[in-house]
């Protein structure tokens, strides 16, 4: 909004035309907004969940010390983004509007989610294949609408990373195949947020890691540069993801061991529905599984103890997803959502350096 008023006033043309300036406004805008909000919404929570998010009967013996923390915390970055990001884009930009509607279309199914669970005290909360169905169609829209958005010659490719030049056309595969990076991310962040902090910081790091290569890839110069498939206008999604960092910094404050919050489905399945969204529009789908290779592991965890005991009656896993493994082992939870994070750093380091080896 600010960019509409401002960006054509001679005084304020050059700041406000500036993706860096307004990225760092975003990010200070969100933060300052969850830590505005957070106190009160916590209250609030509180007051009407009571009893607070259900615990599992078959979790690990620490969780149960946790019985009575609300959830819902996702609310608190998911308000703090919208603001942010309405302020400081470009309002006019239709991938800002994508990012916009699959965040705060998951972000309202993760609600649904957390409301049944609530509701119903147990931790099933909504159908699976309603919600894979919600998932679906609201990842189908913003597909649809990516699509006619990006420009010709990219509208329906894959760029696959450590190649130059290399595009590789899947026809009407590019939707089946948006669909999967999108619902599949917003699932696997939602099953890595089993302990405090777990989840929140792998998202900032990838929010940070996406909002660099969607600058990159939004300028010509730069892409030319690092033999990157230019996406002209994708510069702005890197508002929305310092937005994203603001916002999951402000809630890092609350759920830092103890929590006082869960940030819930709410916030899991819509942080990583825009990180999906954003990865198709800034054409790095597969890099974003390495930058969110923490996430993967997770999700192949619960992949593979399902697998495993349906066919062999054997678990792998002491427990899944991973995390829970490595409790049931008698890790420190400390000592596992911190050792998470490191792996998460590596693996970001990782996924910058398929922009450069080519």
Known sequence: MLYNLFADEAIFFELFRSVTFRTGGAVGTSLVVCFLIAPAMIRWLK?????????????????????????????????SVCISTLLWSDLTNMYVW??????????????????LKLTKRNTKGLPGKMKLLAQFAIGLIATVGVMYTLPDGLKTHVAPPFFKDVLI???WFFVPWCLVVIIGASNAVNLTDGLDGLAIVPVAIAAACFGLIAYLVGHASFSEYLYLNHVPGTEELAIICGALIGGAMGFLWYNAPPAAIFMGDTGSLAMGGLLGIISVMTKHEIVLA?????????????IVQVASFKL????????APLHHHFEKKGWSEPTIVIRFWIIAVILALVGLATLKLR
Do not use: C
Not at 68 to 79: A, F
Not at 312 to 319: D, H, L, N, P
């Open 47 to 79: 007051a009407k969940q009571r009893e607070g998010q259900p615990i599992r009967d078959d979790g690990p013996e620490t969780h149960f010390k946790k019985a009575g923390t609300p959830t819902m915390g996702g609310l608190m970055i998911l308000i």
């Open 98 to 115: 994508y990012a916009l509607l699959v965040m705060v279309g998951y972000g309202a199914i993760g609600f649904a989610d957390d409301f």
């Open 169 to 171: 056309n899947i026809s």
């Open 290 to 302: 390495i930058i969110g290779g923490l996430f993967v592991l997770e999700t192949v965890s619960v």
């Open 312 to 319: 062999t009656g054997k678990r792998v896993f002491a427990m």
